[in-house]
């Protein structure tokens, strides 16, 4: 009797020990781990998080770096960021100099990884703080790592300035404010992950053609509505809205600069008033993620309104729990932008 009542403690106990691992993985999966059963990708920030998962649908576990309501300029990685991209299949990152810290974040992971690393701005057709455009030319960039770290650990070792991750911070990196860039990036996002699991193309490309839709009916919106507005300058707190102001013909007048912690000298802050009053802007844009004092200190002296405008940068909580996203913040912009130039 003694022995089989022993016998089936121990059954009880080992019962008891899997329910308990089950919990933990199921805990784990939850809360944005890694989950083995799926494709687990890492994305550096709210756009490349929001494509990813249109397009990576079921198939894909999709854990963003930077949290919500965070300004990605302001953001650095700890160690549980490289944990959890080491452990990943797939990272996906924009590049153009916005992540500033790529270098060292590539050189921080676990040398037995097998992560791929991708940036997903390949193909834009850049824009230089003196309006000048630059094709961005893959071959030329040393980020596509498809690597084992170990034979690659060499390469890991060289300075920012040696390598195509980071340009300089005069070319402008806000491309994804633009629905004609977003399309490009959500073909590069679909890209890598069907390079990275081919097995589930078919997938990808069906939730890709959706998305591709959605992107180019905003697109063919910005165009039509933004075709005949009669003022055509827009003045924004921060850098950041460049690709919209070249895509569909506007200028683009920014207080600070590419940075949004770039502080503006009294004499251009004089400037920008004077030109709002010679060219009639009836508003001035700033950002939910930026500090709007400078935007409303210049409307005051303009005279004119402010209102918001969103880099589509991140999501804030409010706006996460309305369940806003990067579609219905760049539909929002388009209805604050025609507002403005009427």
Known sequence: MKKKLLLVLLAVMLVLSACGNNDKKDSKSNSGSNDSALLNVVTSFYPIYYMTKQIGGEQVNVVNLIATGVEPHDWTPKSKDLLTAS???????????????????????????????????DGIKLIDSDEEEHEHDAEDEA???????????????HDAEDDGHNHSHDIDPHTWVSPKSARIIAANIKDSLIEVDPDNKSVYESNYEVLEQKLKAIDEQYEQQLANV????????????????????LEQIAIMGLSPSAEPRAQDIKNISN?????????IFFEELVSDKLAKMLASEAKVETNVIYSLEGLTTKQEQAEEDYLTL???????????LQ
């Open 330 to 340: 760049m539909e929002r912009n388009l209805q604050n932008l025609v507002e403005a």
């Open 87 to 121: 452990d990943a299949d797939l990272l996906l990152y924009h590049g153009v100099g916005l992540e500033t810290w790529i270098d060292n974040f590539v050189n921080g992971l676990e040398k037995d990884s097998g992560v791929v690393i991708k940036q997903v701005s």
């Open 230 to 249: 009669p003022l055509r300058t827009i003045v924004v707190s921060h850098q950041s809205f460049g690709y919209v102001a070249r895509d569909y013909n």
């Open 275 to 283: 030109l709002v009053k010679d060219r009639g802007v009836k508003v």
């Open 143 to 157: 980020h596509d790592h498809d690597h084992d770290h170990d034979a690659e650990s060499d390469d890991h070792d």
